[in-house]
């Protein structure tokens, strides 16, 4: 008894009202993979607990609502294929866990004053925010395949000298030579290209990525400005991974260039080393994150700019990765929150897989120059 369900789509929103564990299954063709290539499946985001199985083999799992995460696909693949998908979004029993001893790291999303039902009710995890709430897509390589990349700039020598910092995670069949190119290119001006290219030794991980490190010298780079300071200029990172056969893998990223201090005695900001004023609020742009998009969030935050705001706290909870490429754009400052909102088990299991994720947010997230400050948990009752 099979139902149609939108993807990406939070099930509620979708029709489907529905506390709990949901399976998901879509059939798809694909012609057979060539010598050496690989095939990864990516999920762009699921709420919350995620299990997989292709063909009947089991991919693995994932927790967490925001994150991006992969399986690697290429020896389960098949020219006709049925994916299955278990999704997981707890209804989390009052009293003995819910609301001051949770265990889904879900933020405003599972307790809030703006949820359905209120903060502190049982009500309040009606219309539960679960889902395959963001793109699903295989991507393929060849040898190798770019993960993730994090781009963070080091002002050591000065706003006109700066590093930047570039960590690729990728993970290879096999341990092989190969060359890592990085161009950083103007994305939104006219301006200068910088560009780096060493050999790497790449290594075969049994489980996990690994990370290549590298640092990129750029000298008078154009600056990314908070709006009404000057302008957003945003930078195209672009890197490969190629061998004698040809490219590997390629990624690219956006980002921007700015330096944030602040003085200790009086707590004045600085931004690229000129005093700056800070005029915030707070933003939930839905509990049904799905819902959302890049015109919606672009809205919102133009709508604060007319309010003559400069700073957004995005409040309790991450949001799809088009507010952050807006707020790029646009020029607003974000104040980011771990999706931690009062209470919580108070196990080291829980410390554990809370401190991972935050990981997870600051490697997925920490590339973009409007996120300027992180925060750990909102209101923490103990």
Do not use: C
Not at 48 to 67: E, I, K, M, S, V
Request: proline letters at 6%; a neutral charge.
């Amino acid at each position: 008894h099979w139902q149609p369900l939108k993807v990406p789509a939070n099930w509620y929103i979708a029709g489907l009202d529905h506390q709990g564990a949901l399976w998901y299954r879509t059939r798809f063709q694909l012609p057979d993979l060539k010598a050496d290539q690989m095939a990864t499946l990516v999920f762009n985001a699921v709420d919350y607990r995620t299990d997989a199985w292709l063909n009947q083999t089991r991919l693995g799992a994932h927790q967490g609502y925001f994150q991006r995460f992969q399986f690697d696909i290429t020896q389960a693949l098949q020219q006709d294929n049925q994916l299955l998908v278990r999704v997981d979004s707890p209804f989390e029993t009052p009293g003995k866990v819910w609301p001051l001893h949770k265990q889904a790291i879900k933020g405003i999303l599972s307790q809030h004053d703006t949820r359905p039902g209120g903060a502190w009710s049982p009500h309040g995890q009606d219309a539960n925010s679960g889902g395959i709430w963001q793109p699903v897509a295989i991507h393929f390589s060849r040898g190798a395949t770019i993960d993730n990349l994090l781009a963070t700039p080091s002002w050591d020598k000065g706003l006109e000298n700066p590093l930047l910092k570039v960590q690729v995670s990728y993970r290879a069949t096999k341990p092989r030579l190969a060359k890592l190119r990085i161009r950083l290119t103007p994305d939104n001006f006219n301006g200068r290209d910088y560009y780096l290219e060493q050999p790497v030794m790449l290594g075969a991980a049994e489980s996990d990525r690994q990370n290549l490190i590298v640092s990129l010298p750029l000298h008078h780079p154009k600056l990314w400005w908070p709006a009404g300071y000057g302008k957003q200029h945003l930078y195209r990172i672009t890197v490969s991974l190629t061998d004698t056969e040809g490219t590997m893998d390629q990624k690219t990223l956006r980002t921007g260039l700015r330096q944030i201090t602040r003085d200790a005695t009086d707590s004045t900001w600085y931004f690229n080393g000129k005093r700056l004023f800070i005029r915030g609020t707070n933003y939930i742009g839905s509990p049904w994150l799905g819902s959302m998009t890049a015109n919606l969030y672009r809205r919102d935050l133009q709508m604060m700019l007319q309010a003559n705001i400069n700073a957004v706290r995005v409040h309790g909870h991450i949001a799809g990765q088009a507010l952050y490429e807006q707020a790029d754009e646009l020029g607003l400052l974000l104040w980011q929150d771990m999706p931690l909102q009062w209470g919580y088990d108070d196990s080291a299991a829980f410390a554990y897989e809370a401190a991972h994720q935050a990981t997870d947010m600051l490697v997925q997230f920490g590339s973009h120059p409007s996120i300027v400050v992180w925060g750990g948990q909102n209101e923490p009752p103990f």
